[in-house]
């Protein structure tokens, strides 16, 4: 395995596709056909460089979230405006959850700052107690900057609007800034409710990094934007990125894939129905434990056998966990699929877990 440690290596274990991929969380209904669309129609505008500025695709951006696009920057991907934003804050002590997404700690050490972690207890199904949390800041003040995905990765657990005010503004007192990752947030139907976008003022020392690679199905296209309280800060990171990271095809989306009420509907419809079906059916499962998600994905424990392994010899593959700081041997992730996938999980899961009981 190599540092890059995400799922989705399906294609590389299998080039003919066979393999049921539950290791990344995407999206399975695919790209949207307004997406596809705008796709085809920017296919005239690669004999041409992108505005190196991303004018139209911002204005779009800004547009959707009903937040100042000169506050928003874009970049290849989420990563890269997470190394982005980190390098241009240059954090001295950097605190971060585990387990969490793994490519924050890179970026912290490529910008050599030092790395606290903060460890989510099993005992409370990995939950992040907001008062705790607080309480641990106000005891290492040492602290200039806090990386946290919401909802996090790969527990699935998230902050509400108030818990996040409430850090924002400890944050705003305290020199420290708070990166937050909402990566995952667009499969939410209340995601109002939990985003802090709403809530982003220019006296906020907080960075929302967003992903539009899960939700639209397109992790191939890279595509993922910040929002900044303040202008300044964009012309700092604009200073310091390189040119042109965005593609011709991304910087063409319109306003209207991003509007795309049929496809929003169809993706909470596909995810209720098949959350409840995974919840109902995980729970009959006696050697596995499903901890509680708000998104597509779910953390399971399954201490009897090597789930990863077993199910891999039956076409099914999962997130090994043993590399999340904070996990031990044990942990899997499984992303949420169409239901005729979803079907084959479960009973793969039960035909190993039986086999070996």
């Keep these: 395995m190599s540092k890059f440690t995400h799922g989705g290596y399906a294609r590389q274990l299998d080039p003919t596709n066979e393999i049921l991929d539950f290791s990344a969380n995407i999206n399975p209904l695919g790209m949207p056909e307004k997406l596809v669309s705008s796709l085809k129609d920017s296919i005239k505008d690669l004999v041409y460089y992108p505005d190196v500025h991303y004018r139209s695709l911002r204005q779009n951006l800004g547009s959707y979230y009903q937040y100042d696009a000169e506050k928003i920057w874009v970049g290849n991907g989420s990563v890269e405006l997470i190394f982005n934003v980190i390098e241009t804050i240059d954090a001295k002590n950097a605190l971060l959850l585990a387990p969490s997404f793994a490519e924050y700690e890179r970026a912290f050490a490529k910008?050599?700052?030092?790395?606290?972690?903060?460890?989510?207890k099993e005992t409370t199904n990995f939950k992040l107690e907001i008062n705790d949390f607080l309480a641990y800041l106000k005891a290492n003040q040492q602290i200039d900057c806090i990386c946290l995905?919401?909802?996090?990765?790969?527990?699935?657990?998230l902050l509400n609007v108030f818990q996040l005010r409430q850090l924002a503004?400890?944050?705003?007192?305290?020199?420290?800034?708070?990166?937050?990752d909402e990566a995952f947030i667009d499969f939410l139907d209340n995601k109002?409710?939990?985003?802090?976008?709403?809530?982003l003022t220019e006296t906020d020392s907080v960075v929302i990094i967003k992903s539009l690679t899960k939700y639209f199905a397109i992790p191939g296209l890279r595509l993922g934007m910040a929002l900044f309280p303040n202008r300044q800060f964009v012309n700092t990171l604009m200073e310091n990125c390189e040119p042109w990271s965005v593609n011709t095809f991304a910087?063409?989306?319109s306003l209207d894939v991003f509007n795309d009420q049929s496809f929003a509907m169809q993706t909470s419809q596909w995810l209720h129905q098949e959350k409840t079906y995974l919840e109902s059916e995980l729970a009959k499962i006696l050697e596995i434990k499903v901890y509680p998600s708000a998104v597509n994905y779910y953390l399971l424990r399954c201490e009897k056998i090597d789930l990863a392994t077993a199910l891999l010899k039956r076409g099914c593959l999962?997130?090994?966990c043993n590399n999340y700081r904070g996990l031990e041997n044990g942990y899997y992730r499984i992303a949420?699929?169409?239901?005729?996938?979803?079907?084959?999980?479960?009973?793969?899961?039960?035909?190993?877990?039986q086999s070996e009981s």
């Design 169 to 180: 503004n400890y944050c705003n007192h305290h020199g420290i800034w708070l990166i937050l």
């Design 318 to 320: 999962i997130r090994n």
């Design 192 to 199: 109002k409710q939990f985003s802090f976008v709403g809530e």
């Design 336 to 353: 949420v699929r169409s239901h005729a996938e979803n079907v084959q999980l479960i009973q793969a899961i039960k035909t190993v877990c």
């Design 149 to 157: 995905a919401n909802p996090n990765n790969p527990t699935g657990d």
């Design 111 to 120: 910008n050599n700052s030092q790395i606290n972690y903060y460890y989510l």
């Design 251 to 253: 910087a063409g989306l």
